[in-house]
Nanobody, 123 residues
Framework: QVNMMESGGGSVQPGGSLRLSCVASGVIDSNHYWGWVRRGPNYAREGVAA???????MYADSVKGRFTISRDIGENTLYLQMDNLEPDDTDIYYC?????????????????WGQGIQVTVSS
């Protein structure tokens, strides 16, 4: 069983930055995709960023150039550096690891996910 635990959320003004962290415990297949999603409108989770087993990164258009995903393999930790935050980034963010991933739509299929952490961007 894989468990994911997010940290680093909070409140920030527009233009500010936050860094989310996610520690994974358990045995994780090295070929799986790691990533971040957020709750999105109507509670339909939307992909934010992903990183594959080779370290290749992928981002939603809405966060490209502002968010950076990275991973410390030895520490089983995933990060999301969020810069130049906008009010529309306000949401609950979830980290996870999944065996399948649809790159064209940034959709993770299955896997293990954390309980989520709140990010609020407001003046």
């Amino acid at each position: 069983q894989v468990n994911m635990m997010e940290s680093g959320g909070g409140s920030v003004q527009p233009g500010g930055s936050l860094r989310l962290s996610c520690v994974a415990s358990g045995v994780i297949d090295s070929n799986h995709y790691w990533g971040w999603v957020r709750r999105g409108p109507n509670y339909a989770r939307e992909g934010v960023a992903a990183i594959d087993s080779k370290g290749r990164t992928m981002y939603a258009d809405s966060v490209k150039g502002r968010f950076t995903i990275s991973r410390d393999i030895g520490e089983n930790t995933l990060y999301l550096q969020m810069d130049n935050l906008e009010p529309d980034d306000t949401d609950i963010y979830y980290c996870g690891v999944a065996p399948r991933f649809i790159e064209s739509r940034l959709i993770f299929i299955g896997g293990s996910w954390g309980q989520g952490i709140q990010v609020t961007v407001s003046s």
